[in-house]
Nanobody, 119 residues
Framework: QVQLVESGGGLVQPGESLTLSCASS????????RGWYRQAPGKQRELVAN???????NYADSVKGRFTISRDNAKNTVNLQMVSLKSEDTAVYYC?????????????WGQGTQVTVSS
């Protein structure tokens, strides 16, 4: 089992920065990827960024150049640094871990943290 707890959300103005953090507890074995998703009102949950076990990263086109995902294996955390925030970044952000359990991939989710970008 994996437990995820997000922190760092809040209300910021356009152009400002915010860093989200995800603390993970439980099993650290067979982790395939860790990342962040977001869901805005009336929209589907979408991938924001993830980092694979080998260290490679993926970003949604809409956040490339503005968001940076990083991990601290010693602290078992994954961070999402967000700069130049836009109103369209407003959403609930969810931490995600994908773990290989036997022959199946299992998704684990945090409870979500609200990010609101508004003047």
């Amino acid at each position: 089992q994996v437990q995820l707890v997000e922190s760092g959300g809040g209300l910021v103005q356009p152009g400002e920065s915010l860093t989200l953090s995800c603390a993970s507890s439980g099993s650290t074995l067979n982790i395939v990827s860790r990342g962040w998703y977001r869901q805005a009102p009336g929209k589907q949950r979408e991938l924001v960024a993830n980092i694979l076990s080998g260290g490679s990263t993926n970003y949604a086109d809409s956040v490339k150049g503005r968001f940076t995902i990083s991990r601290d294996n010693a602290k078992n955390t994954v961070n999402l640094q967000m700069v130049s925030l836009k109103s369209e970044d407003t959403a609930v952000y969810y931490c995600n871990t994908v773990r290989l359990s036997g022959t199946q991939l299992r998704n684990y989710w945090g409870q979500g943290t609200q990010v609101t970008v508004s003047s």
